[in-house]
């Protein structure tokens, strides 16, 4: 049974960090890719940025500079590093793993854990 399993939210003051972390069993985590993704009140979930199964990383721009993601492998484990954070940050947060063959689309999402970015 696969299971994606995200830790490390909570409340943190503006300017503050976080590290989210994404547990993933049941697959072979490092043939997939893993995106990160937020979604705030009233609006639509949007990609935070993501790392391929090769360690190429891309940002929204809304993070470039600000939030790092990272895997190890090893672990089954991935990483949101979020630095400055702002109270537009806060949102559920979820992490997605997903990868394709000839025959079909893998995806599977994580719970979510929620981060607010508040004083």
């Known amino acids: 049974q696969v299971q994606l399993v995200e830790s490390g939210g909570g409340l943190v003051q503006p300017g503050g960090s976080l590290r989210l972390s994404c547990a993933a069993s049941?697959?072979?985590?490092?043939?997939?890719?893993l995106d990160w993704y937020r979604q705030a009140p009233g609006k639509q979930r949007e990609l935070v940025g993501g790392?391929?199964?090769?360690?190429?990383?891309n940002y929204a721009d809304s993070v470039k500079g600000r939030f790092a993601i990272s895997r190890d492998n090893a672990k089954n484990m991935g990483y949101l590093q979020m630095n400055s954070l702002k109270p537009e940050d806060t949102a559920v947060y979820y992490c997605?793993?997903?990868?394709?063959?000839?025959?079909?689309?893998?995806?599977?999402w994580g719970q979510g854990t929620q981060v607010t970015v508040s004083s």
């Open positions: 997605n793993v997903r990868r394709s063959n000839s025959f079909r689309t893998y995806d599977y």
């Open positions: 049941g697959i072979a985590f490092s043939i997939y890719a």
């Open positions: 790392i391929t199964s090769s360690g190429s990383i």
